[in-house]
């Protein structure tokens, strides 16, 4: 295995660890404190590890390259995308099983391979519109809306997933010389301004019970943005599609936690219909990995 292969699936495991740990701070948190102040809070303290990078690489001397009206505009749209996504799935964590809330949220790959088609002009074709459709299978079999065991707030993380999937697709207008921790640099910022004009404007911000809060405040903070930062750095390091398949180590992680934390083991929730899920992921990934290298053949053919 390549060096930077190896070490892209290492940043890309502990990104998805950090994500999950954040998870259980956040349902922890969230009996305590309204879902929109930690998400403000969350976005305030996630600017740390993004400026701890830029400087790290003497990079503040790219953001100048961010302020043109256009970056001004996919950045609101993307911070905007993030706050609602934050919401939802927050909110998804206090309400249903920590694993389930996990699971529903990787249907991200689903909602980017449809978003890439009216917003990047991307083709899909028969293979992949047949994986969309094998993931809004999966969706509605953990979701049950039909039966006694559906609940509403089961919704949620398949919204956040979609606005998730908005923001990542957002990515791809700026220009590629632009370094991931300024583009995120930005975006964290703004997205804390949003979300706490939003929360004032809906929802009564509760005072810090004490230091031991304002500590689990300021770590769940850190991991949020570690875990964005861990993955954009893996996406640099390798090839996305092949590091890609390793985000759905994020399901076992998700499950054992919720496991050791909450004493939740959700299985019959969960199967089949993550496998579903994770199947339909695994073909849109297989399938733009075939055509990076369609394309990279094109090209080689075309200089020679």
């Known amino acids: 295995m390549p060096r930077n292969v190896g070490l892209a699936i290492g940043v890309i495991l502990f990104g998805i660890l950090a994500f999950d740990m954040m998870g259980i701070l956040v349902r922890i948190l969230g009996d305590t404190y309204p879902i929109l ?3 403000a809070l969350r976005n305030l ?10 400087w790290h690489g003497s990079q503040f001397g790219e953001l100048p390259k961010l302020h043109r009206t256009r970056y001004y505009l996919i950045n609101l749209v993307r911070a905007g995308s993030v706050v609602v996504a934050q919401a939802c799935f927050y909110t998804a964590l206090t309400k249903i099983e920590f694993a389930t809330a996990g699971a529903l949220g990787f249907s991200g790959p ?12 991307h083709r899909v074709g028969i293979w992949r519109w047949g994986a969309i459709g094998i993931g809004f299978v999966g969706v509605l079999t953990i979701m049950k809306p039909f039966t006694e065991g559906f609940s509403p707030y089961m919704a949620l993380p398949v919204i956040a997933a979609f606005c998730y999937g908005l923001s990542s697709i957002l990515v791809r207008f700026y220009p590629a010389d632009v370094p991931s921790a300024a583009i995120q640099f930005g975006q964290q910022i703004t997205t804390c301004i949003l979300a706490t004009i939003i929360m004032l404007a809906f929802a009564e911000p509760v005072a810090i019970a004490g230091v031991g809060d304002g500590l689990l405040i300021v770590i769940l903070g850190a991991l949020g943005g570690i875990g964005v930062l861990c993955l954009a750095i893996s996406y640099r390091l390798a090839d996305p599609s092949t590091i890609s398949p390793f985000e759905y180590f994020g399901i076992p992680i998700s499950f054992a936690l919720g496991w050791v934390f909450f004493a939740e083991a959700p299985f019959e929730d969960l199967f089949p219909g ?26 080689e053919t075309a200089d020679v």
């Open 37 to 39: 102040q930690i998400s």
């Open 45 to 54: 303290f996630g600017v740390l590890p993004a400026a701890l990078l830029l």
């Open 110 to 121: 689903i909602f980017i391979a449809a978003l890439s088609v009216p917003l990047l002009g």
């Open 274 to 299: 993550i496998l579903f899920i994770v199947g339909a992921g695994m073909i849109i990934m297989a399938r733009e990995r075939r055509l990076a290298r369609l394309g990279a053949a094109e090209k």
